[in-house]
């Protein structure tokens, strides 16, 4: 299995301009997560799927931020406009939901730069 | 409530000593307490994790260490290796939800 798969793995962009970030997870997995990391904030979850449908998005900072998950092997976030203040590495992690303690597994990231 | 603190930020530790990585939470409700481990430009991997009816889990040289009256629980690297220099973040959730409240991590180095 190839793992949890993000895209692009670095992205620098000027402010104001929209973002758009991209996840495949493991095949098989139906829960999906989207994690902001940062030095001063660490490991924040933003939000989560559960089937395609979004559960909980009360980690999700403002509404610039939107995340999609058209099927089960797809997913996006996106930031519009971005600022520099959204300058982070953007985790995605899915797992087998069905038990309650399924191993989340994390993709390599997204590094974004907003100058 | 749903926080869990994790000492300390950093640790330097000499090859071959003791790493010792601390947590606190305060939802009695929480019943699972992974380890993760995040390598430099990597995603966090989980290493290793309990669940609160045992007080000690053991995978080779890592231990997971449980107090469950003091809420608190520890994560033991023994005979510590340059290879295991990297990020571990403690967390927690309780049966039945999806997400995980990981800790703020610890920035662990092993000097040779």
């Known amino acids: 299995d190839a793992g949890v798969i993000q895209s692009p793995r670095h992205e620098v962009t000027e402010m104001g301009q929209e973002v758009t970030l991209r996840c495949k997870p493991i095949?098989?997995?139906?829960?999906l997560f989207w994690y902001r990391q940062t030095m001063m904030r660490g490991l924040e979850l933003l939000i989560y799927?559960?089937?395609?449908?979004?559960?909980?998005d009360s980690g999700m900072p403002e509404d610039r931020f939107s995340a999609k998950m058209p099927n089960a092997s797809f997913s996006t976030l996106k930031i519009q406009p971005s600022e520099p203040r959204d300058s982070a590495v953007y985790f995605c992690?899915?797992?087998?939901?069905?038990?309650?303690?399924?191993?989340?597994?994390f993709g390599p990231g997204t590094r974004l730069t907003v100058l | 409530q749903q926080q869990v603190k994790q000492s300390p930020q950093s640790l330097i530790v000499q090859k071959g000593g003791i790493s010792i990585i601390n947590c606190a939470y305060e939802?009695?409700?929480?019943?699972?307490f992974p380890w993760y481990q995040q390598f430099p430009g990597k995603g966090p991997a989980l290493l290793i994790a309990?669940?609160?009816?045992?007080s000690e889990k053991k995978e080779g040289r890592f231990t997971i260490s449980f107090n469950k009256s003091a809420k608190q629980f520890s994560l033991h690297i023994m005979d510590s290796q340059p290879g295991d220099s990297a990020t571990y973040f403690c967390?927690?959730?309780?049966?039945?939800?999806?997400?995980?409240?990981f800790g703020q991590g610890t920035r662990l180095t092993i000097n040779p």
């Open positions: 992690a899915s797992r087998l939901a069905g038990g309650s303690y399924n191993e989340q597994f």
């Open positions: 095949s098989g997995h139906n829960s």
């Open positions: 799927f559960n089937n395609n449908v979004p559960i909980d």
């Open positions: 939802n009695t409700a929480f019943d699972y």
């Open positions: 309990i669940r609160p009816d045992v």
């Open positions: 967390a927690a959730s309780s049966q039945g939800a999806q997400k995980l409240v």
